[in-house]
């Protein structure tokens, strides 16, 4: 099939018409040719079913009606009509919280009917039912008002409202005639792995009753497909069902189901090192064919997704969009969690501390982070012999421990940070605000519980770049490994960005 691209430039006369529309300007042509108001055809406030809305938000009574604009309507002339007529279609998104208390009641019957399985092509194995993910949290009035685009680290998601409108502009009153008008929703997800190059991409269009009107009442026609069809050399698709471009018809009151299984085929599929950034492509392309003016909806942009090979010699794929945290309980790490817990409250950077400070980010090069690792544990360090002998029962000893990470661009040695500015450093970790571990237990087997706690060395200003402390060797240990698991777990890369939460 071939694949149209439209491209339709607006002429000299729609682009001056006057954009005020009088009532007397409604008058339409409706589906069939018959002639009518186009007003009626929307539910007004009294027509308009009741739908339960969440505390704190009343959808609105009446149908959301579009303003037409020359700059983003599509036109063409009318050979037949008087001189200066053209026939527009306008495509228009619209937030979430715009449809009608009737589109939200119509919204939550089509929830329950998301979960649809996909009739497989010819040939092709049947397909698992179609479910979007249910942290993308879609369903109901949610979306509109907590929904999250990038859940976790391996789920994208996003929600669009569309409205098609059709109009005619003339040279004469009442110049600008709504024609048709239909809206339709269309939810996206995508579902990573961080050790394949391979994803699913899934949809589900919805039809709006309430609003569909005149030469648009009976929905939408024309063509979709992945926005991984066209992009050559940097992924691939696979539809589920009739292979892209595929001809679709949506009408009122029905909810189709997408999927295709696409393939990174960039820089990170060809070897280590490389890497692909699938954002600007991801979605889909609508090409509507029953409007006035053939014309695209281009959905594509909104879902975030990246593969790699450079967290691993193979590739993967994650939502970079999403920043992943290291949580760290003070059960389990004892006085190397309370050392950067104390930091995160005490000293102003409050790095890694989510909603007050800004997240850390990850040093990949080496040479960097042992420099990191050599100021902040230089000679003015002196492991403490009383710790060590104290430490004998569970077989460990005083350590050098030190926050902001060395292999974080935040660390404390680091004259520039992640965008490339000079940040607050120290030549030697004496300059650093100090802490020592406390222990609190003699069990001689739970080092965490037994060591749980620090105590602070002088006076800090608050203002130090970095804390140093005494901290028992194995817990110690015991965060870095922790953190090497959450750059392998979330293929962070270099600096990508990560949160540190510490927890009881």
Not at 99 to 118: E, T
Not at 281 to 308: F, H, K, S
Request: net charge negative; aromatic share 8%; hydrophobic share 40%.
């Amino acid at each position: 099939m071939a694949l149209r691209r439209l491209t339709v430039a607006l002429s000299a006369a729609a682009a001056m018409i006057t954009l005020a529309i009088p009532a007397s300007a409604l008058a339409a042509t409706g589906a069939g040719g018959a002639t009518g108001q186009l007003r009626s055809a929307i539910p007004t406030a009294a027509s308009a079913p009741a739908a339960s809305a969440p505390a704190g938000y009343v959808p609105s009574s009446h149908t959301t009606r579009p303003a037409f604009s020359a700059k983003k309507a599509s036109c063409h002339r009318v050979s037949s009509a008087p001189a200066g007529t053209e026939r527009c279609t306008q495509m228009q998104r619209l937030p979430l919280k715009d449809l009608s208390a009737a589109q939200w009641a119509q919204r939550q019957d089509m929830a329950s009917s998301h979960a649809k399985p996909i009739a497989p092509r010819a040939g092709a194995a049947a397909q698992a039912t179609l479910v979007p993910p249910s942290q993308c949290n879609f369903s109901g009035f949610e979306y509109a008002l907590t929904g999250v685009s990038h859940p976790d680290r391996f789920t994208s998601c996003a929600d669009t409202l569309w409205v098609a409108s059709n109009w005619e502009v003339t040279s004469t009153p009442p110049f600008v005639i709504l024609q048709g008008i239909f809206f339709w929703e269309d939810q996206q997800w995508t579902s990573y792995s961080a050790t394949s190059g391979s994803w699913t991409h899934g949809m589900l269009a919805m039809g709006y009753t309430d609003g569909a009107a005149g030469n648009l009442s009976d929905g939408i026609s024309g063509t979709v497909y992945s926005g991984c069809f066209l992009a050559e050399g940097i992924c691939t698709e696979t539809s589920l069902t009739t292979p892209d471009p595929q001809q679709v018809s949506l009408a009122p009151g029905e909810v189709l189901p997408f999927g295709w299984d696409e393939t990174d085929t960039g820089p990170s599929s060809a070897g280590p090192g490389g890497l692909n950034t699938l954002d600007p492509y991801l979605g889909v392309t609508w090409e509507i064919e029953n409007t006035a003016q053939p014309t695209q909806a281009l959905d594509v942009g909104n879902l975030a997704g990246r593969c790699d090979s450079q967290a691993t010699s193979t590739d993967g794929c994650v939502d970079e969009a999403f920043i992943p945290t290291l949580s760290l309980s003070l059960a389990r790490y004892g006085s190397s969690a309370a050392m950067i817990q104390w930091a995160q409250f005490n000293l102003s950077g409050a790095w890694g501390l989510q909603g007050v400070g800004a997240p850390l980010h990850r040093l990949t090069d080496s040479i960097l982070s042992n420099n990191n690792r050599e100021v902040i544990c230089d000679s003015s360090f002196v492991a403490n012999p009383a710790i060590t002998a104290a430490l004998a029962p569970y077989g460990d000893t005083d350590s050098c421990d030190e926050y902001p990470f060395a292999s974080s661009y935040e660390s404390g040695a680091m004259v520039d940070g992640v965008t490339g500015s000079p940040k607050p450093y120290v030549t030697t970790g004496a300059n650093c605000a100090q802490v020592t571990a406390v222990q609190t237990g003699t069990s001689g087997t739970h080092e965490a519980a037994d060591w749980n706690s620090i105590t602070v060395s002088g006076t800090p200003s608050g203002t130090e770049p970095c804390v140093r402390g005494h901290i028992p060797g194995l817990l110690n240990s015991l965060v870095g490994s922790a953190y090497s698991a959450l750059i392998t777990t979330n293929r962070l890369i270099s600096k990508d960005p990560f949160w540190v939460a510490v927890t009881a």
